[in-house]
């Protein structure tokens, strides 16, 4: 058989069910307004929820830890490239975050991807079994897998359901895990009710703030912080590529499950560290989060959230209700949320598809992702677009 042909029917058949997806190709820095494949236009699209990824701030911050750290790291962090950045920050997030536990350290890694490779493995292994939210994002489905783990996936947020399956467990090794935000559908995990669970059952408690991160709690320290949880069993994963404006993510915990971590983690150990002058720009991310500015922003978002719903709930497709930056409006087939996206895009304004395998088949959606960066006026595009395309395809 001719490898390649096998290949070009796989793509035929995404073609043939409108899951093709295509890459754009931005011609200026990520905000809310951008030059992308040669066109200006309005994004909805990123996860650049405080408006940060161009900030004056740590674009300065990034060169003079380029100037001091150089361009690269130079090696993994257990042999050669950790620096002083990267311990710096490390104390600065365990400091931010980590009021959940009576003695925080944190870990920085290259990506959130590989941080939740090592917070599902880590802690885990054949005896083990991992109790996983249906909608958990894909890295940590693929860390679960490669943890050798035995997987129960509950239905999402339903806390009665995982309570029945640890009751029927007798894994000696319990880990439950949940994304805070859920990212297709801008929902919050219940996470009081998660912790008791995990108490109750010795079972760790893996949370994955990537969205939640900068965002939620007092000055953006994250879901913990909003919720005011503790627990010496929780194991929190936060990133810094979406409000935090940079790149990498880190896992916080309680110092001996890090120092664990630095021992097992494999994807820590074996994989170059990140640049020195990423960890550098994140301190400086820290300090716009963590401050007045930060605030401001938090507040705008705010407001940009309260809008948007409103606007949603005008149009003829159904919004899911979020409190979060992640504001869905379900289309349902493939096609007519692709034909809505069109629409858009012919009016300036870039909201992604977001479609199966990522949702539920029958639940294509547009995905309006806010950011402080957008304006009340940048809405106001959002929703006359939406108001034609919503009488256009009545
Ligand atoms: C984006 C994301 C990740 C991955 O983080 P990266 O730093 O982009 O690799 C993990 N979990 C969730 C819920 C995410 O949305």
């Known amino acids: 058989m001719n490898l390649l042909e096998s290949v070009q029917r796989g793509l035929a058949e995404l073609d043939a069910q409108g899951l093709r997806r295509r890459l754009r190709v931005a011609d200026s820095a990520c905000s809310a307004h951008m030059t992308v494949d040669g066109r200006d236009i309005i994004g909805f699209a990123s996860n650049d929820y405080l408006g940060l990824a161009a900030h004056p701030a740590l674009v300065a911050a990034f060169g003079e830890g380029a100037e001091r750290y150089g361009s690269g790291s130079g090696g993994s962090h257990l042999l050669g490239g950790h620096s002083r950045a990267h311990a710096k920050l490390e104390d600065e997030l365990a400091s931010f975050v980590g009021a959940f536990s009576d003695a925080p350290r944190a870990l920085f890694f290259s990506t959130g991807y590989m941080a939740n490779l090592a917070a599902m493995t880590a802690l885990t292994g054949k005896d083990a079994t991992i109790f996983s939210d249906a909608l958990n994002h894909a890295s940590l489905i693929d860390g679960a ?101 940079v790149a ?50 938090r507040a705008h978002l705010a407001e940009l959230i309260t809008r948007t719903r409103a606007l949603l709930r005008a149009t003829r497709w159904t919004p899911v209700d979020s409190h979060t930056a992640v504001q869905p409006l379900v289309i349902g087939s493939n096609e007519a949320t692709l034909a809505v996206m069109d629409a858009l895009d012919a009016h300036g304004l870039w909201v992604p598809a977001i479609r199966p395998p990522t949702v539920p088949a029958g639940t294509s959606r547009l995905r309006v992702s806010l950011s402080a960066a957008h304006s009340f006026d940048d809405l106001a595009r959002l929703e006359a677009a939406l108001v034609a395309a919503s009488e256009a395809s009545a």
Do not use: N
């Open 248 to 297: 990498g993510a880190f896992v916080c915990a309680h110092e001996t499950v890090i120092e664990w971590f630095v021992q097992r983690a494999r994807s820590y150990i074996f994989t170059t560290a990140a640049p020195p002058a990423v960890a550098h720009a994140v301190s400086a991310s820290l300090k716009v989060i963590g401050g007045d500015e930060g605030d401001a922003r």
């Open 145 to 245: 897998r490669l943890s050798r783990a035995k997987i129960e996936i509950y239905p999402h947020a339903d806390t009665a359901a995982l309570a029945a399956l640890l009751d029927a467990s007798d894994a000696t090794t319990k880990l439950i895990v949940t994304d805070t935000v859920f990212s297709m559908d801008g929902d919050i995990a219940p996470l009081a009710a998660l912790v008791a669970l995990a108490e109750r059952h010795g079972a760790w408690l893996v949370v994955d703030d990537a969205h939640g991160f900068g965002v939620l709690g007092p000055q953006g320290r994250g879901a913990l912080a909003a919720a005011a949880l503790r627990s010496p069993h929780l194991v929190y994963v936060g990133t810094l590529g979406k409000a935090a404006g």
